[in-house]
T-cell receptor
């Protein structure tokens, strides 16, 4: 079945460092891809998405490009801030009748001042 | 737009009692709602999918008689944890979406503690 694999954390960075969180997927069809962020004590918020190959999703300085050839959707940010500390989830939706989301295990990002 | 609320945000109950959690889509009509469970430092586990006006579809391993889901209207779904036990303590999150749209909108979650 469809699945999402993302790098294990925690990832600890200093403020203004470059961030990459790897995400790869397995899917039989043409999924939509998402990054969700969960700040401490809160629910999930959609960070960005891409619905087809070569699309780039971007928001709040974060970017991810839908790479069909490598089945990847890596999350990047050029300069992280302490406020970016959160858990980041990669997910896919197969777009079927149920619109189910399949999540990766989440990556904890801790940014130190 | 696309705001989903959950109530309560936190609940503590005694073992053996039942607890109801509400999930509401505030500014759109949700044809489909999802219920997830999240354990500490772990990912979300989909428990069930509910479509308005029909029975919920439960994921394998989820007891439907223990986790009762009702989706009576396009803006409200409820999850009732029946005869709760300490092992049911968890963070329960709902999300909502509508047919043909891949995105789901998540509620803020409900922290259930069973003593």
């Amino acid at each position: 079945g469809d699945s999402v694999t993302q790098m294990e954390g925690p990832v600890t960075l200093s403020e203004e460092a470059f961030l990459t969180i790897n995400c790869t997927y397995t899917a039989t069809g043409y999924p939509s891809l998402f990054w969700y962020v969960q700040y401490p004590g809160e629910g999930l918020q959609l960070l960005l998405k891409a619905t087809k190959a070569d699309d780039k999703g971007s928001n709040k300085g974060f970017e991810a490009t839908y790479r069909k050839e490598t089945t990847s959707f890596h999350l990047e940010k050029g300069s992280v801030q302490v406020s970016d500390s959160a858990v980041y989830f990669c997910a896919l939706s197969d777009g079927g009748a149920t619109n189910k989301l399949i999540f990766g295990t989440g990556t904890l990002l801790a940014v130190q001042p | 737009g696309a705001v989903v609320s959950q109530h309560p945000s936190r609940v503590i109950c005694k073992s053996g009692t039942s607890v109801k959690i509400e999930c509401r889509s505030l500014d759109f009509q949700a044809t489909t709602m999802f219920w997830y469970r999240q354990f500490p430092k772990q990912s979300l586990m989909l428990m069930a999918t509910s479509n308005e006006g029909s029975k919920a579809t439960y994921e394998q391993g989820v007891e439907k008689d223990k986790f009762l889901i009702n989706h009576a209207s396009l803006t409200l779904s409820t999850l009732t944890v029946t005869s709760a036990h300490p092992e049911d303590s968890s963070f329960y999150i709902c999300s909502a979406g509508y047919v043909g749209f891949h995105e789901q909108y998540f509620g803020p979650g409900t922290r259930l503690t069973v003593t």
